[in-house]
Structures are given as C-alpha cells and as structure tokens.
C-alpha cells in the first residue's frame, strides 16, 4: 500500500477535486470523522466546507493547513468499504489525526481503487499537528497495516508484475471506457521506452486506444495537454477525449515529456540490437512484405507509413523483448524512412555497403603488421606476402603514411 501525502491552502480546492469524481461517480463518501453526520449518508461540499471551516481558529498562521492524502492498495486487492474505513481510521490516528475532522471518498476513477483522506493540519486551538518525518512514518504506518491485514506489499517486484501484466483491447459495450483507457496507456507507459506521442500512439493501438496533443491557452499563456480516446479496429475514434487530468497525474502531458526524456538513454541502451537485426535482414536484399516478415521473426514488429502517393515517408520498429518503439531515424540517418524509401523503390542496396569500411580497416591493419615487422620473418617469406598480385605492399603502405602525414598537417591550424 503507498501513500501519498500533500499540504494546500485551499480547503474548498481540495474538497471540490473530491467532490467532483463524486457527481461523475467516479468516488463516493466512505467516512465522515469529526463532523457533522449526515443520516442519509449525503454530503455536499459546501456542508463539509462550512463544518471544517468552522473548526479552524480565526488567528491560523499556518498557510498551507490542509491535509491531503491518497492510500493506494495493490491493484490485485480487493477491498471491501468496511476493511476501507477501518485501514483509514488507524492510519489517521497513527499518523496523529485520530482527533481531526477529516473525511475518506473511495475513488473509482482508474482500475486500481484507492481512497483519498482529506483533513485539517491544525487544531481547534491553532496549534499544528506534527509533520515531523510525516513520509517515513507514514512508510512504516503502512507497512504495518499491510502485514496486520495480510495485505499485498508495495514491493519492487510487486511493482513489476503489475506493469507486465497485459490489458486486453479496449471494448465499448463492457462499459467503463476510461478505466480500460487507463489501464492500456498505464501499461504501455511502464513496459515500453519511446520518444514523442506518436512512437506511443503505435503502441496504444494495440489496444484500441489513441492519444492527442492538445495545444491552447490558458489563463493567457500557452498550455499542452493531452487527451486519449478509444477507437476501432480501424484506428477511427468512438468516444469522447477522455483529458489526462481525469485520469492521473502519471499519464499528464508533464509525465509524457518526463518519460520521453527519459526514454533517451534506454534507447541508446537497446537501439543496437534492432540496428544489428535490420543489418542482417539487408544482407539478402528482400522486398518490402519479406524484410516486414524476416523483422518480425526476430521479435520486431516494423510498421511503414505510406501516403496516398505510394512514398513511404515514416519507419517505426518495435522491440518486445527490450521494451522499446522507436523510429528508423533515431537509430541513425542510415536507418532513416528515406533509405528505405529509396531501397524499395529500385535503387541498390545500402546496406550492402556498410559492411567494406570494415573490410578496408582490416587490410589496412593486415599491410601495418607486415611492414612494421618485417625482421620477424625469413627474407623470402617477406617477398613472397609483399608481392600481392603483382602489387608491392610496402610501397602501397608507404604512401598511405604519407597521405595521412598531409591530412594531419591539414588539419593544424596556423600559428
């Protein structure tokens, strides 16, 4: 189970975040603590608003006294409303605000049910509650409910086997599009690396589901966001955007970029091994449908995108087993659309060539070997290996140095 703890100077921002997921039920009240108790069990925000206000004293010099906290169990958990309330009750009171006001809303909103605790940070006399290492105690406060209830741990590995686990396509007549969303772009987002929103639309279709930029302005300054949305197995949309920000922080417009830039690295990581497997695939010069087929046989999907003209115009190769997308230019110009583009349409194969800078290099090393060494072997041994086709190495060797004396002396700048 994670927590997650966060302070606010805006009680009414706070309730109303919460109160929102309750009309679009997506949430719904769990507990009320400390104030007034409806008995139809209906709450608005503006009545809890008035009562917690009411308990904070006119001279409050603390500036951020609101409490806000999620508690998150392992998605495979399944918990019932009561177990809920009685985990929020003593984690509150171990945490030191079994005397606050507060109030739980169970949230529904994502596949992994959670709850959200909102309280007061100070007392009815003003004085602040202790926040002293408020995150480690909060660690070892849920790790003890976690072994008190026979909970699954927030481990690593716990961690891991979540992100491997693979959602099923999204289906409109199953109801609940936004948690199947949900569940396809928090997969992808854990499993795969990749670099820019359409390198991750290629994963999501798998899925059925698409993600949108959004570029406008807000409050007078320019604003990114992004919306997802199912679709059909045409890749055609069937529902409303669904925004970011009603899904999750983790899959925002912020957390893409952060995951774009981060993907960087993991793809200079892995790049190598798709590189190597389209060079080799080159080597028999196969047309478009067996260089497809020859890729995928090596655990790499290659989609092509083509226009109405017959160009092709983007490459993109996905790697399962490394967990990365990636587009043919990022792996280097030599992997560029526009190679293969020009492959496919007649021109001679490029790849062919990659393979003679590594041949000249050898021969160059095999000519340096004999002549920096040629006391090491019987004179006519040395005449017979320098002699090649008519051809006198050490000649050739000879003046390859001195070519390369000129290029150095090229290169200096003058004084």
């Not at 928090?186 to 990749?194: D, I, K, M, P, S």
């Not at 003209?309 to 992997?335: E, H, M, Q």
Request: proline content about 4%; hydrophobic content about 35%.
């Amino acid at each position: 189970m994670i927590a997650k703890i966060s302070s606010s100077n805006s009680l009414a921002a706070t309730l109303g975040y919460n109160f929102k997921k309750v009309e679009k039920h997506e949430a719904s009240v769990l507990l009320v603590q400390g104030l007034f108790q409806a008995e139809n069990g209906i709450y608005s925000r503006s009545q809890v608003l008035a009562d917690m206000l009411q308990t904070i004293p006119p001279r409050c010099h603390t500036k951020k006294a609101v409490f806000h906290c999620s508690l998150n169990p392992h998605p495979d958990e399944k918990l019932s409303d009561e177990a809920l309330s009685q985990i929020a009750r003593e984690y509150m009171g171990a945490l030191g605000y079994g005397g606050q006001p507060y109030i739980v809303f169970r949230h529904n909103d994502i596949p992994r049910e959670h709850i959200h605790i909102v309280s007061l940070r100070v007392d009815s006399e003003g004085r602040k509650i202790g926040d002293r290492f408020e995150r480690r105690r909060s660690k070892r406060i849920t790790d003890a409910l976690e072994r008190k209830y026979g909970l699954i741990p927030s481990g690593h590995s716990q961690k891991k086997k979540n992100v491997s686990a693979q959602p099923s396509a999204v289906d409109i007549d199953a109801g609940d599009i936004k948690r199947q969303v949900a569940a396809a772009v928090e997969h992808v987002l854990g499993r795969y690396a990749f670099q820019s929103v359409g390198e991750m639309n290629l994963l999501l279709a798998r899925f059925r589901v698409t993600a949108e930029e959004v570029k406008t302005e807000r409050k007078g300054r320019p604003f990114d966001g992004i919306v997802y949305a199912a679709t059909d197995a045409g890749g055609h949309k069937i529902c409303t955007p669904i925004k970011a920000s009603e899904i999750g922080r983790q899959v925002s417009y912020a957390a893409l970029r952060r995951h774009f830039e981060q993907s960087k690295s993991v793809v200079r990581e892995r790049g190598g091994a798709i590189r190597r497997a389209i060079a080799d695939v080159m080597q028999t010069s196969p047309d478009r449908v067996e260089f497809i087929d020859r890729m995928r046989e090596r655990g790499i999907e290659t989609v092509l995108r083509i226009n109405t003209a017959g160009r092709l115009y983007g490459i993109t190769f996905i790697d399962d087993a490394n967990g990365i997308a990636v587009n043919g230019s990022r792996l280097g110009k030599g992997f560029a659309a526009n190679v293969f583009n020009a492959y496919f349409a007649g021109e001679p194969n490029p790849f062919l060539e990659m393979s003679r800078p590594k041949e000249k290099e050898e021969r160059a090393a095999m000519v340096d070997e004999l002549t920096e060494s040629p006391n090491d072997m019987p004179p006519t041994e040395i005449d017979l290996s320098l002699q090649v086709h008519g051809a006198d190495l050490r000649e050739l060797a000879f003046q390859r140095r001195l070519r390369n004396r000129a290029r150095v002396r090229l290169r200096r700048k003058p004084r």
